[in-house]
């Protein structure tokens, strides 16, 4: 997550190659299964990427948001989208069609760079989770989950001061670091308890961020 590193020509790029859509909460911009037949620059809002299992089960990939690319992937190489995208909150995007989006990579050696580099970064960020999920705790797991997302993607929150709201409910962050709802409701009260985070209708305010980063690193 936030990995991009667009330079303004090149995100101007993207405009002029595509055009400007918005989403609002709830619905999804890509669907698991559906055809490679575009991809969207995120410029504004939030985006959660999730996959079903065979057991009904929903993970939630990653969250994407300004600056940030979807769908690119299954552009590259042609194939059915492998995830969900959908709007956690009203979003603003280009979406470029898969023609243009290819053609952009072979007429701008840095765009292919830059998207190349944050596949990458995508790569290791999935690598590192799956590896950390079999060795550390369901509460330090919860924990990793919260601090990435509060220092990418949070919001800041005027009481208390310094406080950075996580737009995403119990499920999704069972979803996102792969543990049960129910140890997410346990991790969440010790939190709590200890005077780390606030939670409130689908939303939880991180308030100490050194002391999550501790809790994530137990």
Same mark, same amino acid.
């Given at each position: ?86 709007? =956690?909150?009203?979003?603003? @995007? +280009? #979406?470029?069609? !898969? ?9 701008? %050696?840095? *765009? ?33 989950v919260l601090l990435?997302?509060a220092v990418r ?19 999704? =962050?069972?979803?996102?670091? @792969? +543990? #049960?709802?129910? !140890? ?9 308890? %200890?005077? *780390? ?22």
């Open positions: 997550m936030g990995h991009e590193h667009f330079t303004p020509d090149e995100l101007l790029y993207f405009r002029a190659a595509g055009r400007v859509r918005s989403w609002e909460r709830g619905v999804s911009l890509m669907r698991e299964g559906g055809p490679p037949d575009y991809v969207v620059l995120v410029l504004s809002g939030l985006a959660k990427v999730t996959a079903d299992s065979g057991n009904g089960y929903t993970s939630v990939l990653a969250l994407r948001g300004p600056g940030e690319l979807v769908g690119e992937l299954s552009c590259l190489d042609g194939t059915r989208r492998s995830a969900t995208v959908t709007a =956690l909150e009203r979003l603003e @995007g +280009v #979406s470029v069609s !898969s023609e243009a989006f290819l053609r952009l990579l072979n007429t701008h %050696a840095s *765009l292919t760079l830059a998207v190349l580099r944050s596949v990458v970064a995508r790569l290791r960020d999935s690598d590192t989770m799956r590896t950390e999920r079999g060795a550390r705790s369901s509460r330090s797991m919860l924990a990793r990435d997302t993607h949070g919001e800041p929150v005027d009481d208390p001061r310094g406080a950075l709201a996580v737009r995403m409910n119990q499920q999704e =962050l069972a979803g996102a670091a @792969g +543990v #049960s709802r129910e !140890s997410v409701v346990r991790s969440l009260r010790a939190m709590q308890e %200890a005077g *780390l985070v606030t939670t409130s209708r689908g939303r939880t305010c991180v308030l100490d961020l050194a002391e999550v980063r501790r809790w994530a690193e137990e």
